[in-house]
């Protein structure tokens, strides 16, 4: 690949790749924009831009308080992060329709506004059953009715369109991105796509979406570079969050590289084009589509359909590895991880590996032997 589109490209994911600070949230309030911050990918950032506030994804490790039933902050607990939640005006927390409903706070109290949206027991993508969508609707409604009353401001027709459509545009190109590394040439890594989709949210939304085009574009005009021959890895587990780089340096030392997913938080939300109808006439009941049926959460959906979706990813991206990141231990991800281990290997003989180590790492040097061990095996040379 020529160096210039080399560095370029590296420009381009230096501008994109900053996550949220707590410096680019100051200055949103001081501008006098909202900031609401949200952990699960089941919270539509279309609702907070339509009523022009600022949507910041957080780590579970940046708040004090669970705000994603999966996101597992017992592994995080020890987590080196600061704390965003003083610098927030509201947080969603997202809770499972068969947990007791949360105390939600009202403006004015210290700490954020928390906003509760409740998501159904379960869903099922062929729509056998009317209730899951009807009660995700409704969730939805709730949601943009508290987040009218913490902005001050009713979010018109237009203000809806705009941000759906600017957040499909995003949506479009991380999902171009992610399929990078079907070839095993790309200057873009399964890593560098995952940042950009942790990060963008800042006061120019428009500016992201640009970036991510011009990131695209560069890419269909580079030519190949050389082959990367390591293992090649496909990921699964609850949200990720920074801490967990630890665990990725680690792997791409002893061998392994990532290049799929199926996490809520990553490239697995953007997989199925799911058609969507009614936009234009119904926008709410649009986004409850999209979102319901798009994030392939382990706490809804059948185990079938997971499984042979992660099975057509391994087949159309090579994988030879199945690891799963597990921090903390969350007890339905490893019941879960159990049953694909055993399927992944007689299905399509990959071996995998479960990483419940708590995040930041104890003791990273006796992970680096257990994955070397694990990629010595996935490559032959054990």
């Not at 459509?165 to 040439?185: C, D, G, H, M, T």
Request: aromatic residues 6%; hydrophobic residues 40%; contains cysteine.
């Amino acid at each position: 690949m020529p160096t210039a589109t080399a560095d370029t490209i590296t420009g381009l994911l230096g501008r994109l790749e900053l996550p949220a600070q707590a410096e680019a949230i100051a200055r949103a309030r001081q501008a006098g924009i909202k900031a609401v911050g949200y952990c699960c990918p089941y919270v539509p950032v279309e609702l907070i831009l339509a009523h022009h506030m600022l949507p910041v994804r957080l780590d579970p490790a940046d708040v004090a308080a669970a705000c994603c039933p999966c996101a597992c902050p017992a592994g995080a607990e020890t987590a080196n992060t600061p704390d965003l939640s003083g610098m927030l005006d509201g947080l969603v927390i997202t809770s499972n329709g068969d947990e007791p409903r949360q105390a939600e706070e009202p403006p004015g109290v210290a700490g954020p506004a928390l906003i509760t949206l409740r998501l159904p027991g379960s869903q099922d993508r062929y729509r056998t059953s009317p209730g899951p969508e009807r009660d995700f609707r409704a969730g939805l409604k709730s949601l943009e009715r508290r987040l009218g009353r913490l902005s001050g401001k009713r979010a018109t027709y237009i203000d809806f369109m705009r941000s759906i459509l600017l957040e499909k545009s995003v949506r479009q190109s991380l999902r171009a991105l992610y399929q990078a590394p079907l070839f095993e040439n790309t200057p873009l890594a399964w890593r560098q796509a995952e940042r950009l989709s942790r990060a963008g949210v800042g006061l120019d939304r428009q500016a992201f979406a640009a970036g991510l085009q011009g990131l695209e574009a560069e890419l269909s005009s580079s030519e190949p570079g050389p082959a990367d021959s390591r293992s090649r890895l496909m990921l699964y587990g609850p949200p990720l969050y920074t801490a967990a780089e630890a665990v990725l340096d680690l792997l791409e030392r002893a061998g392994g590289v990532a290049v799929t997913d199926y996490i809520c938080t990553a490239s697995a939300r953007l997989r199925k084009r799911v058609p969507v109808w009614g936009t234009l006439e119904r926008p709410l009941e649009s986004l409850a589509e999209l979102y319901l049926f798009n994030a392939p959460c382990p706490f809804m959906g059948g185990y079938g359909a997971r499984l042979e979706r992660m099975i057509a990813l391994a087949r159309w991206y090579r994988v030879h590895g199945l690891v799963c990141l597990n921090p903390g231990s969350n007890p339905v991800i490893r019941a879960d991880f159990e049953r694909l281990s055993e399927d992944f290997y007689s299905r399509l003989f990959i071996p995998s590996l479960n990483i419940e180590d708590r995040l930041p790492l104890a003791d990273p040097q006796g992970l680096g032997e257990r994955l070397g061990g694990f990629i010595d095996i996935i490559g032959g040379r054990v």
